[in-house]
Structures are given as C-alpha cells and as structure tokens.
C-alpha cells in the first residue's frame, strides 16, 4: 500500500507539472484577447497578471520536471501554488471564476492523504477569502463590482461563499474516505490471500525464489526496469535512475507486461513488491 501511495504521490506531481506548462499557453491567449479587447482590462494590469500567472505556473515545472525533486513537502507546495494561482486569476476574471477555488482542494485530493487535503482546504479557503476582500479595491475590472462596502461584502459575498465551500469540502472529504478505504481493505485482502508456509524465513524463502525465477523470463535491463517498476517508481523516474530514455522504458514495460501476461501495475506491486525491495537490497546486481 505505501509503495502505491508513494507512486500515485510521484505520479500527481508530474501529472500537476505537465497540466501546467498547457496552462502557460492559456496565459498568453487570455493576454492576447485583452490586448484586442475581448476581456475588458487594462493592458498594464493585464500583463502584470501575465507575468505573476506564469511565474506561478512555472513553479512546479521547475521543481519536478527540471530540477526533478521527490521529497514529500512537494505536494504541499504544488497545492499551495495552485491556491495562489486560482486567486490571482479571481482578482483578474472576478466574478466568473469562484469553482476555480476547488482546484487546489481536487489536487490535494488526489494525493489520498488527509493531511494533504486539508492543507488544500485551509489554503483554498485563504486564497478564496483574502481575494474577496481585496477585490473590493484592487479588482482588475471594478467596473462590474456590485458591492464596495465592506460589510456588504462580508454578508452577501463571502459569508454565502464560505458556506458553499464548506458543503463541497465536506463532500471531497467523504469522497476521498472511501476511496481511502476501498485501497486499505484492498490491501489487507492482498496481505490476508497471499500464500505462506509454515514459518515467516520460509515463507520469504519462497517468496524470494519465485521472484528470482521471474525475473530469469527477462533480459537484464528489463529485470532492472522490473524492479524499479516494483518500488513503485514512475517511468520518468525510472527512466532517470536507469539513463534510459523515457521511450525505452515504455517499450521495456510493454514487453514486461507482454511476459507476464499481466498488464495492471497496482496488481504487480501488491503482488511482488515487498519482495523487490527485499531483492535490491540484497543484491547489488541483477
């Protein structure tokens, strides 16, 4: 179950990464449809939201996918960063843009880890009240601003938003419980089916010479890319540790898949991971 965590963790960040490099695209077409005068704004505010919308953007492009960072705290800055994002883009489009505060919540969501989402929650919230307030005298098209006082503002904008983010936060919070739940006892089943001997060192002994036989079916470089696949490891990565190319870890998978019959890689981790990472410590190579 860990091993699936850490590689649906790895695999959200790349998957965050790419979604918003196509993002950058989007941020130079909204600018090029103020300067023709689609979106009402000031060409001056307008390329300053340009300029903080791809910086905001290109934060996590740098991170994983040049720099190539793994470290767990990286999923709280990409969903802070998404937060950030989604309320520059309140201040810019105003009123048409409040569902964008769930982003950094559906991201946070998909890391199946409570604490991540209630990190997203607690920064969607920030995000969503301090932009309301600011919206007051900072908006970028205030000329369709319905309330300047700030009680008004308070009662019948954000007090309403408020409760309307806590009913979806509720909902994404039992969404992602039984999902949560679903993999939990999904795992125990795996753990509970798994065939054993009479004592634990056979067992592993069993386990291990299973394993060894298996990977007598693949070519070195595939046991190698085998293994790392176990750990739970995306291609990229993989492809990373290895210095293969990302093309030639594809087709590696694909002929793995191919012998094993067996094309489901959650099945293959539940299913041989703890031996693989038994196995590389024991073995320095394959």
């Known amino acids: 179950m860990e091993q ?3 590689r649906n963790e790895n695999e959200n960040n790349e998957l965050v990464a790419n979604v918003f490099l196509g993002l950058l695209g989007l941020a130079v077409v909204v600018w090029v449809l103020t300067i023709v005068g ?14 903080v919308w791809m910086i905001l953007l290109l934060i996590p492009v740098i991170l994983v996918k040049i720099l190539k960072l ?6 709280y800055i990409l969903v802070a960063d998404s937060a950030v994002l989604v309320g520059v883009c309140y201040m810019f489009f105003s009123y048409q843009v409040q569902i964008l505060f769930l982003v950094p919540v559906l991201i946070a969501m ?4 409570k604490k991540v989402l209630w990190f997203g929650e607690a920064v969607a919230f920030v995000a969503m009240a301090a932009t309301t307030l600011l919206f007051i005298k900072y908006a970028a098209q205030p000329w369709i601003r319905i309330n300047d006082n700030l009680d008004d503002v308070v009662r ?9 983010m806590v009913a979806c936060f509720l909902i994404v919070n039992v969404l992602q419980s039984r999902v949560t739940s679903y993999f939990t006892e999904y795992d125990h089943f795996a753990k509970e089916t798994r065939p054993t001997t009479d004592s634990s060192d056979s067992a592993g002994e069993a386990e291990m010479a299973e394993f060894e036989k298996l990977l007598t079916s693949l070519s070195e470089s595939e046991a190698n890319v085998f293994v790392k696949l176990l750990q739970g490891k995306t291609n990229t990565q993989i492809a990373d540790e290895l210095s293969f190319s990302r093309g030639t ?4 998978v694909s002929a ?6 067996c094309r489901e890689r959650n099945y293959l981790i539940l299913k041989y991971g703890a031996v693989a990472a ?3 410590q024991s073995h320095t190579k394959l």
Do not use: G
Not at 38 to 51: Q, T, W
Not at 156 to 164: N, Y
Not at 256 to 261: C, E, R, T
């Open 4 to 6: 699936l965590l850490k």
């Open 38 to 51: 689609v979106f009402e704004v000031y060409l001056n505010i307008a390329s300053a939201f340009l300029i």
């Open 70 to 75: 793994r470290k767990p705290v990286m999923k």
């Open 110 to 113: 998909l890391y199946m880890n």
């Open 156 to 164: 019948l904008e954000l007090i309403p938003r408020i409760i309307q």
């Open 249 to 252: 870890v594809k087709n590696y």
């Open 256 to 261: 793995i898949y191919d012998k094993l019959d």
């Open 278 to 280: 038994r196995y590389d």
